[in-house]
């Protein structure tokens, strides 16, 4: 218990001194409390804003795997062919045949004439893509209303359509229940089975990359009915998923061997992975949050030379004091350690009150926006321990002044 | 007590030399009460902080109840001052802003005494200065006299071998300064050994034995 004793009567002493001058005790503490409440919420904005992409780039289906034709190959006559590479037949021998790591596949079949679709008078622009029934899940897509395509009305081109809530919108009028009734695709009639729930990638349309098209304004088709509306067996693209997001890159690899095995004298092929997405938003944001966490540890510099210049102002006016308390047994560490605890009290205390006004400011930002950003145990130990450094580091080279003063020239000071 | 042996000790300004003490001999025994006298200038202040462990010497031998100083670094001469020796000053340098027990009470937080002899400590040496009703006046609360009573008390609180006083009574009219010399008397009394400044002749009286400076040689010693 000495040392306990030891240590809080020196506490004790940087209290007086800071109660000495209250105003400017006062100020430093609010520059370092600013400092650290600006670096936590920044850094919570950048979190929230990580959190709102990767949300909306789990709608693609995070272990998702694209496969396509890689339009730069030639054969060996540098003849450039015509088609997409991918068809029915790579359909069923990838199902059946190809790669450990695939859990899932969809062909995806599009159409190079935008039909007209209507029912009545109502129009709708929506996007019509053919697949399978295992599109929803690899997609990560939820049936709000009705049920999904079931195997066989793929097999036997059943003519039935899933969409989404804005065709819902346009074409029955908001909120309604369009399953069982029909919608017009050019000339041919399909029976609405299904309507998926909303989906929002409101924030990576607003950067110009929501994948191309609108989630909310789909209609899926069977891809076998649309093959057969088009009049041809191709197929645009396969999305995969693969057994897990470890795996992903491993299908990529395994799926683009299986083709090019198959189909290799004529094309090669191009896959992408969520899961390199995933990783290129990830140092994009890390690089942006770093950016803001940098701008933010500027006004906590400022709060550390805040203290420097109150410490270095209170050693030349307390220089009698320092002169005496070496008269009365005060070593060199002793006036070391004293300037050195005021700039920590300081510090410490500004890093509480930022750390209770950056808490506050992140919780009313996740009220504000819904994303989860309560501070953790980590993040109070780091604004602490940020704080006590601060302290340290601003504090040490006017404590290292007072020490080594001359207590005779220190009495003589006027 | 304390033995100084041809002292020197200058000051440097730059690329001049100002010499202070030019060879100092001076033996002081246990429970003397010594004034050091002289002119202004003429090195009384600077002997005493020599003898007080505050100031370094450049040439000569110094010993301090058996220990020898002139070879010590920081820690051990700030050990030193903290166990063997309290300081007296004109200008009393009492902190201010925390009371007279606050104040008195900070040697023997550098001494690392627990809180509770701090206090019971304390509370004796208000006593001894006369100042019980004092205790939680902060120094702008209390005159001269009393502030220099705080700290005489400060001194005395660590038991110290060696008062060393530098015009005690030079902030003081003429009463009060009358009545830190009694305390001085009682103290010396007591057993405390005593070194004091004074330019002063009728402070010196009230010392046993007068050491007179002149141009940083001891001119005239009536031990
Ligand atoms: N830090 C210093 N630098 C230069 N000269 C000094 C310093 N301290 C004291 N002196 C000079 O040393 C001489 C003796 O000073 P001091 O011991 O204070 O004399 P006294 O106490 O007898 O008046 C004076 O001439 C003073 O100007
Ligand atoms: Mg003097």
């Given at each position: 218990m000495d040392w306990l004793q030891f240590y809080f009567d020196r506490l004790l002493q940087a209290f007086y001194a800071l109660r000495d001058n209250r105003l400017r005790s006062v100020l430093s503490v609010l520059g370092i409390a600013v400092g650290i409440a600006a670096v936590m919420a920044v850094g919570a904005v950048s979190k929230g804003g990580s959190y709102l992409v990767f949300s909306e780039l789990e709608?693609?289906?995070?272990n998702s795997v694209w496969v396509y034709r890689d339009r730069n190959d030639k054969d060996p006559n540098r003849r450039v062919r015509k088609g997409t590479g991918l068809d029915n037949y790579d359909y069923y021998a990838m199902k059946e045949t190809?790669?450990?790591?695939?859990?899932k596949l969809t062909p995806m079949v599009f159409s190079r004439e935008r039909s007209i679709i209507q029912t009545g008078n109502r129009y709708s622009n929506a996007r019509i893509s053919g697949v399978n029934s295992d599109y929803l899940d690899i997609n990560n897509d939820h049936i709000i209303y009705g049920r999904n395509f079931r195997p066989l009305d793929i097999k036997r081109r059943r003519a039935s359509a899933v969409i989404g809530p804005t065709v819902v919108e346009d074409?029955?009028?908001?909120?309604?229940n369009p399953i069982g009734k029909d919608i017009r695709i050019g000339i041919r009639r399909f029976t609405v089975v299904g309507v998926l729930e909303e989906k929002s990638r409101d924030f990576l349309a607003s950067i110009g990359s929501?994948?191309?098209?609108?989630?909310?304004?789909r209609i899926l088709i069977p891809f076998t009915l649309y093959q057969q509306m088009n009049g041809s067996k191709a197929i645009n693209f396969f999305q995969l998923k693969a057994r897990s997001l470890e795996e992903a890159d491993l299908l990529s690899i395994q799926v683009k061997a299986f083709l090019e095995r198959r189909n290799g004298k004529n094309y090669k092929y191009k896959t992408d992975t969520m899961a390199t997405y995933i990783g290129t938003a990830d140092r994009i944001l890390s690089g942006v949050a770093m950016i803001g966490v940098i701008a933010a540890s500027i006004s906590l510099l400022v709060g550390g030379l805040g203290i420097m210049n109150i410490m270095s102002t209170s050693v030349l006016e307390r220089t009698r004091e320092i002169g005496l308390r070496k008269a009365i047994g005060a070593s060199q560490a002793d006036i070391l350690m004293q300037f050195l605890l005021e700039a920590i009290v300081i510090s410490t205390l500004g890093g509480i009150i930022g750390l209770i006004l950056g808490a506050g400011s992140s919780i009313i930002l996740a009220m504000v926006?819904?994303?989860?950003?309560t501070p953790t145990p980590l993040v109070i130990i780091i604004a602490l321990v940020v704080s006590i450094i601060v302290g340290i580091a601003s504090g040490f080279l006017p404590a290292r002044r007072a020490s080594r003063l001359h207590p005779v020239e220190a009495l003589r000071y006027e | 007590m304390i033995s100084l042996h041809n002292i020197h000790k200058s000051y440097y300004m730059g690329d001049v030399t100002v010499p202070v003490l030019n060879g100092i001999d001076l033996s002081i025994d246990n429970g003397e009460f010594v004034a050091i006298m002289g002119p202004s200038g003429s090195g009384k202040t600077t002997l005493l902080n020599i003898i007080g462990c505050l100031d370094s010497i450049d040439v000569g031998e110094y010993s301090l109840a058996g220990e020898?100083?002139?070879?010590?670094d920081d820690k051990s001469m700030a050990r030193i001052r903290s166990q063997h020796i309290g300081f007296v000053f004109q200008l009393f340098n009492l902190i201010p802003r925390i009371s007279a027990r606050r104040n008195i009470e900070l040697p023997m937080i550098y001494a690392n005494v627990n809180k509770a002899d701090r206090y019971s400590r304390t509370t004796t040496v208000l006593e001894r200065v006369g100042l019980s009703d004092r205790a939680?006046?902060?120094?702008?609360?209390?005159?001269g006299g009393q502030q220099q009573r705080v700290a005489i008390a400060r001194a005395l609180v660590n038991n110290p071998d060696l008062l060393v006083v530098d015009e005690?009574?030079?902030?003081?009219?003429s009463k009060n300064g009358k009545e830190i010399m009694q305390l001085f008397g009682r103290l010396n009394a007591d057993g405390v050994t005593i070194v004091m400044v004074t330019h002063e002749n009728d402070i010196a009286a009230c010392a046993q034995r007068q050491v007179h400076l002149l141009d940083g040689k001891i001119d005239q010693d009536t031990a």
């Open positions: 709608t693609f289906g995070l190809c790669c450990s790591a695939m859990d074409l029955f009028g908001k909120g309604s929501s994948g191309g098209q609108d989630a909310n304004n926006t819904g994303f989860p950003l | 020898k100083i002139n070879t010590l939680t006046h902060v120094p702008t609360q209390l005159s005690p009574t030079g902030s003081l009219d």
